[in-house]
């Protein structure tokens, strides 16, 4: 059983830094890309930012210069440092991981973890 157990997140003032760990456990195949989403009441959920497993990122155009994705292969872990936060980053942040199961594309998240910016 494949488990995504997000840690971090929280309250921070506009211009502030918070940090998102994301471990994953339980499978027996490597995990391929990995990225992270969020998702603001009455929004649909949106891409911050991806990383294949060589290392390759992507982010979106509103978090480029402040958001880095970086991943630890050996640990299954992914994680997002977040710098200079603005109120309108305020969502709940999940963490997704693809892995090929049996030649099967299948997608993994966890449970979210809120990420409040006041101004």
């Known amino acids: 059983q494949v488990q995504v157990v997000e840690s971090g997140g929280g309250l921070v003032q506009s211009g502030g830094s918070l940090g998102l760990s994301c471990a994953v456990s339980?499978?027996?195949?490597?995990?391929?890309?990995m990225g992270w989403y969020r998702q603001a009441p009455g929004k649909q959920r949106e891409l911050v930012a991806s990383?294949?497993?060589?290392?390759?990122?992507n982010y979106a155009d509103s978090v480029k210069g402040r958001f880095t994705i970086s991943r630890d292969n050996a640990k299954n872990t992914l994680y997002l440092q977040m710098n200079s936060l603005k109120p309108e980053d305020t969502a709940a942040y999940y963490c997704k991981a693809h892995i090929i199961v049996l030649l099967e594309p299948r997608d993994y998240w966890g449970q979210g973890s809120q990420v409040t910016v006041s101004s």
């Open positions: 339980g499978s027996i195949f490597p995990i391929n890309d």
């Open positions: 990383i294949t497993r060589g290392g390759d990122t």
